[in-house]
């Protein structure tokens, strides 16, 4: 996110920027952050140079495409209807009817500099949610080895809505400047009432869990001596657990 979005918000800010000390602050963030994100990504490469990184299939598979957008999770109490028409798992990202009409005021009320800079951000993590059914995506994918372990690209609409929400923000707030003082507090409960109806969701389901006996030969398994147990059928090197099609036939 801030590859795209600091130099947007420096372009965006530039006849107001003080440049000397603004690249000083963002390179002390830069090294900081390599610091603290070093011990956790060094064991992530190691392991993606040992097993690969994803396969083509795979992350298509949990790319967004445009109908990915007009899809919520079937669980919403006003839009789940449309869970299984334009979605599936991973790929349900409508943001709300209410939140993007507030973004679009947003737009067009906020000042200029602003709205571009969230309306950028917000283009650019879409696109990086089209994963290999976009261009950028696909262009890292083939040419820079560290992308190349994302499996749900279309997680990068969390960017997105991000951005969303804040030109819903300045959406709002114009409506509510265009108020009178009198209606002030009724616009904002009834915006906070509409977003909060629109995004009401049905519980999840939970079932109580029967106690379970391990099966005998785990307990035959517990007294054995110490040794290498094989557990199949075994799944594909290159794939997650479950993928295991080949194994399955090599047992059969």
């Known amino acids: 996110r801030s590859v795209v979005f600091v130099p947007i918000l420096l372009i965006g800010h530039a006849r107001r920027v003080t440049w000397r000390p603004s690249l000083a602050a963002l390179t002390i963030a830069a090294v900081v952050a390599l610091v603290l994100v070093a011990p956790l990504a060094w064991p992530y490469l190691t392991a993606a140079r040992t097993v690969g990184g994803r396969t083509t299939e795979e992350v298509t598979r949990y790319s967004a495409t445009l109908t990915s957008y007009l899809s919520s999770p079937e669980l919403s109490r006003v839009w789940g209807w449309t869970a299984n028409r334009w979605g599936s798992p991973e790929l349900r990202l409508f943001p709300g009817l209410l939140a993007f009409a507030l973004a679009m005021v947003g737009l067009v009320a906020a000042p200029r500099a602003r709205a571009v800079l969230y309306l950028l951000t917000l283009i650019a993590a879409v696109e990086l949610s089209f994963g290999l059914n976009g261009v950028v995506y696909r262009a890292l994918f083939t040419h820079v080895d560290a992308v190349q372990g994302f499996r749900a690209t279309a997680r990068f609409a969390v960017i997105g809505s991000a951005a969303l929400a804040v030109l819903a923000a300045f959406g709002s707030a114009y409506l509510m400047e265009r108020a009178s003082r009198r209606l002030q507090p009724t616009l904002a409960a009834g915006l906070l009432l509409a977003l909060a109806a629109e995004g009401w969701n049905r519980p999840v389901a939970l079932t109580d869990a029967e106690p ?7 307990q035959v398994l517990a007294k054995a001596a110490p040794g290498t147990i094989l557990e199949l059928p075994l799944p594909e090197p290159d794939e997650l657990p479950g993928q295991d099609r080949k194994s ?4 059969s």
Request: proline share 27%; hydrophobic share 25%; glycine share 0%.
């Open 212 to 218: 379970v006996e391990p099966p005998p030969v785990y």
């Open 248 to 251: 399955t036939r090599l047992n």
